[in-house]
């Protein structure tokens, strides 16, 4: 990861469910941690459009995509567990 | 030969894909038994849906459930689907007695044709005001809001248009309370200064209260009040 590279993100959620908040308020959280000012999140709401699941062929919501940089990597949850949303999203390497 | 030297990439694709649909199933299966999902999508590519978990919504029906609005929800032929207790309040009958039932049932026979058409025609936010009838035959003013209309379900708001009762008896326990001070301030303590500013002070909060519910009713004719 190099530290001008941009990260383009995209979070389905269903609605206002409690695990959607939750992994957008994580998500924030964590992207203002450790990728300030590089990255944007993309929230694809399912229960408006469900189609759009098939993009990305999401099944559990919330699911997090990293579009960019590549290869394109998922997160499934809410993105609770920190440690386990870094290591998805390869901001910190597997122990 | 060609064909050994090479160390088959078409394989070894496919076992790429294959792990990561694997590493992609374990991780869903995790975040399910560890309760980090509360949502599924479900269907193939023309009837996809998502289904959400009981708890991802029990807040939102607390929600409904406790306000102090009525709320009911009727089928494409008009028959209650779910209805809040507010609703059942309203109309004072038992909640599950209303489930199923049809929604003109309750209202007067004199509106059953606005009604209908305001559910046929009706978009977002638009309201209708009529009469539903009370179990002890009295009815009740209301106005209907359509709050959403989606496959062939509408939800109603159901808003009480009887005027509020609560502020003017709040008004007559003031005036009470201050007659008493009244005859308090009349009476032994008048003469204690320490007592009759006590007393001065709490009229005045008194007062400012009874301006307050005054300015909340806006009712003109009280504006006078001291």
């Known amino acids: ?95 | 030969m060609k064909a050994t030297q090479n160390p088959l990439p078409e394989t070894d694709v496919d076992l790429a894909k294959m792990r990561k649909v694997m590493e992609e199933s374990a991780d869903v299966c995790r975040a399910i038994a560890s309760g980090e999902v509360d949502a599924f999508v479900v269907g193939d590519d023309n009837s996809r849906r998502v289904l959400l978990l009981a708890t991802a919504y029990q807040r939102y029906r607390q929600l409904v459930e406790r306000m102090a609005q009525g709320a009911v929800t009727v089928t494409g032929q008009g028959n209650i689907l779910y209805a809040n207790q507010k609703f059942a309040d309203m109309l004072d009958i038992p909640l599950a007695q209303l489930y199923t039932a049809p929604l003109e049932a309750y209202v007067g026979m004199g509106d059953r044709a606005r009604l209908s058409s305001f559910l046929i025609m009706s978009t977002r936010n638009s309201q209708i005001e009529l009469a539903v009838s009370r179990r002890d035959g009295t009815t009740l003013p209301v106005r209907l809001s359509l709050a959403t209309y989606s496959d062939g379900y509408a939800t109603l708001l159901v808003t009480d248009l009887r005027p509020v009762q609560w502020p003017s008896l709040t008004v007559d326990a003031l005036d009470s309370i201050r007659d008493s001070l009244e005859k308090l301030n009349q009476g032994a303590i008048g003469k204690d200064a320490a007592a009759r500013a006590a007393l001065d002070s709490i009229s005045e909060e008194i007062n400012g209260l009874a301006r307050m519910i005054d300015e909340m009713l806006d009712v003109g004719g009280r504006a006078g009040r001291p």
Do not use: F
Not at chain 1, 3 to 9: A, F, G, H, Q, V
Not at chain 1, 31 to 38: M, N, T, V
Not at chain 1, 52 to 79: H, N, S
């Open chain 1, 1 to 95: 990861m190099t530290p001008t590279e941009r990260w383009d993100l995209r979070l389905y959620t269903a609605g206002q469910s409690p695990k959607s908040l939750a992994a957008l308020s994580n998500l924030k959280r964590i992207c203002d941690e450790h990728l300030a000012g590089r990255y944007s999140i993309e929230v694809i709401d399912l229960m408006k459009n469900p189609r759009l699941a098939k993009d990305d062929e999401i099944v559990a919501i919330p699911t997090l995509v990293r579009k960019l940089p590549a290869p394109l990597r998922k997160v499934i949850g809410d993105l609770s567990n920190e440690e386990r949303a870094l290591v998805g999203l390869q901001l910190r390497p597997h122990k």
